[in-house]
């Protein structure tokens, strides 16, 4: 096993500086299996670099020690702290400092890779004073990326979909690249922050892609053995029509013997090749692709078949939730995409085998700045739910603008669908896992915008542990990547980054109304955008008011699919809570919010001040100028980037301002120019 | 000589039937040259099908004489009708019919094609009481088309740009066509309505259609080649940067020796490959062409660059005047597009050379519905000027709508700039010439659409002719085209296509403001499309009114670019013509026009009427099914795309009257369901 180096491309946030403290003690591990391979390896390619030793076996003095419990003629000062804290869990480990060593220990190798990690994390302070055990184990099994990979590169959308960070780290001219050095680089990276599971291609599976499955599974295999040593699973993206597409069956009915073979065999063939192989991701009936309303079957049926085929392999399948008729007439205002995915799966809790998982988006839209929590994640008890974010930035600036959005998956994740004193989201989760599309391609810097490697990282991170602070995360990201991170810069960086979500939101749709944007490629403003497609994504502003009224009283009755409290609270407009207004009520422009504004004096009032932000943004980048503080390169992308935000909020500010006081003849209470 | 014949291509308005009178007859083609050749081809091709007989020499008995007016040895019938007409003059022939013969006499063999084609039009009555001499010339000696074809395919934009007909009838995966059958063909179309010049290729100038002017020169001589026999001449759309893209020099500065000898010796090169080469045209300093503003030159010093290098061969140089700052700032509205070719060009009046040849657009804008007429037609009378017009239906429904534009094209071509008693459009474009982009393509039925053909057509036919009643020229395109056509499918297709241009302006953007597409591909609606962007395209649409206020008075002063009386009928609200209304002023909705009707019910009474009209055209040509009165395919082609016609129109009529009706918040006055 060696540690993938890359010298084209940006270490994010494992440089070398990163391991310094470790790389300087002498330090025993302890345990058999890949993963403590890689455990040593990782420890040995940092005391190579900063005079550390390291250790299997023997007696002598150690700082550090990173055990397996099972693990034969442990220190002693290990042994007692393996004594004292019982079992660590499943990729769970257990921390403590004490007679001058620090102690990792787990129960399973994951956990130890875990557990070098967080002292990766903790730097030289996990060498100094004693520290009380603490154990740590994952809120959830599966903490998973969806990439949206392509073999092949589309004319228009690129390799990969709705990807902002240049083409495929897989493939390369319609092949798996020849060296997937950096696959192995990406593993790491993500195992670094707590992620265990990639599915590597687009939900939207075309033809190259499908075959993935069959006769370029070896191309999985490849991949999953350079992921393989970061203790990460590969998952699939299969088309539901694959019988008929690869097959040559005449049918792909759920129900059908020959289908449920079909899968069956295929399934065998993968495990044969991949043994841990993840499992399936399924994105089936949702805009145009192939799924069991073909076959007037239910999504249970569908879903159950691809469960069927993994269980005696212990795969699982992952089916999206994402079902709506996107081709809705816009003058049909009773028919509500919001309402789609509960209409389509609630009826069906309880109807899906164990390891079907039904993947659901954060909201009942589409990762939208702002929507409310998708009343599915309260809808279904019986059924082992996943919640899916975007990491990759498709309705929030593409990875040109400055926008860490932790704070709004911490939101959702804390967020109380049966109120503030029930579960959390992130309880319901964890018994399916979180998800999220990948924001990373082969751009030197991974992301696109350097600085959106930490939505990457808080994501991994989120998944681990949903209760962390976002502000945390991202001061342990800056530690990292900017090891040793100068006090100037960490707070310049949280100056920047805390609020760049709601400075986003600020100056794009108001109050929760969303897709104000450019349809297509979704980058940029277009009040009316979408607003007579047949998308179902519409804000309904007339010279007299804005918003969807999704009320049971007056509207689509969306609100009615949420439990109490929030079926009331959504329900009025007076307890609506203000972000969320014209997501669920259609207001006059002069409405009073809970702020005290009214609905145009705080479009103004946001889109002025986001704009404004971003250019104090900006002037705080501008300031590290010379300051030797970040790599030229590094500072220097960041600083292009944040000229197109700041142009683009711009005009944000000015066409969504323009647009308003030119329906509503209102003027701005403070008298600002409005184009 | 032989006259093309395509088996799988639609035969327009050139079927074997329409040769029929003449192709039973014995006729006398008198006279040498290429087109002579041509002529006595074509005869004799429809006498070998009807039973005919033609002869270039002898006596006997004929029923037709198409000769030189040179030629010795007429006919006496000939020789008493030549001297009785006179000249007819460069392409012109006299026609009469005296003693049972029918007779054709040229000055130039052009002339006796376009003679013959005139015996074509005419039919069976060319043979029937006697005709007295009728003296036929060319309005203009320029009658041009030019092709936006593209050697290479755009994967979003097609090889055609702005093409609705399939891909390039010259080129084919990057290549020259092996089989140019199909471009002779084409030759011979034009031949028959009047065309005599055609640019092959687009005015944006990519890297390999550059090469078509050096290095890939081969390849426009044997176009050239295709359609001399039909006497068109071939242009070639250049870049201005061609002497560094293609000479390695270090400036295409046009007042720099080494540029100017470089464009000598370029041009030299064509005339030697291609004697009767017509000239270059091109697009500067316009939506991101290069151009003599790099180097701080006029447009005249451009343009006479090229003219100087083509005039020792005779060539002309088309210098296109669409430069405008497409890069607008939206919130700027001091500034304004429609100026742009006024404010460049009519301060250069008189500076350029003879052979350089100003190509106008119609209006100022970009080939809308309705404009008014460029203000640069009146203000350049030292300037050889071409009137642009689009037969390509980029902005007119993209050859799935029914617009039959020859009444637009009639309409400018009449407009007196000066007034109703002044001389027309038509007059100044006289010493300039007609030029049109193509809409034709690899599309078996040439257009797309194959009642598109009619626009193809009539272009040809109005640059002969701008005085020609469109309705007339439609019926000769159905005689021809339809040939015989029957009275109750003449009925139809007069009642689908003599008023759908007005229809397609009826249900698209209103009172001549203009732009209301979705923006890049400009189908369907998107009233805000452009409302936004840097394109200079707005209608500043607000609850109060709609409008571009282009008054001297309060607005941008573009009025002030007319002479009068426009100057001050477009400067008065009270004044302006009702189409152009929402072109010139900002007005409130509840506005009165001169018909009675406010802009707001005019917008939704026409809207409603719009999608109606179509609904009718539908039916009209429902009523022709199994009639056998059209060819199944053709029958099935039109009637699909009424269908594709129908669903657009609703919508643009839904989309438009929504828009307006939430701006406004006026309700219609019949109380219809706007949505």
Redesign the interface.
Known sequence: MTIPELTDVHAAWLPPEAFRAIGARRALVRGDGTLAETVHAEVARACERYGGSVRRTGDGPSDLVLALSAAEALPAVAAAIRDEAGPAGAEGYVLARRDGVTVVLADDPAGLLYGLFHVVRLGEPAFGADRPVERHRPATRRRMLDHWDNIDVH??MGQVERGYAGGSIFWRDGVLRADLTRVRAYGRLLAACGINAVAINNVNVHAAEARLLTDRLGEVAAIAAELRPYGIRVHLSVTFASPVALGGLPTADPLDEDVRRWWATATERVYATIPDFGGYVVKADSEGQPGPFAYERTHADGANLLADALAPHGGVVHWRAFVYNHRQD??DRSTDRARAAHDHFAPLDGRFRDNAILQVKYGPMDFQPREPVSPVIAAMPGTRLAVEFQVTQEYTGQQKHVCYLAPLWSEVLRFGPWGADGPAVADVAAGGGLVAVSNVGDDPFWTGHPLAQANLYAFGRLAWDPRLDPAAVLDEWIGLTFAPAAEPLRRTLHAMMDGSWRTYESYTAPLGVGFMVRSGHHYG????GYE?TPWGTYHF????GVGVDRTRASGTGFTGQYPQPWSDVYESPGRCPDELLLFFHHVPYGHKLHSGSTVIQHIYDTHFAGAEQVAEMRTRWDKLDGSGLVEPALYARVRELLGEQLRCAE?WR??IN??F?????MPDAHGRRI?
């Open positions: 004319p228009v816009w003058r403003p277009d009040v009316d007579y502003a007339d010279r007299d005009e000015d066409q323009a647009y006081s030119r329906k509503s003849g184009p």
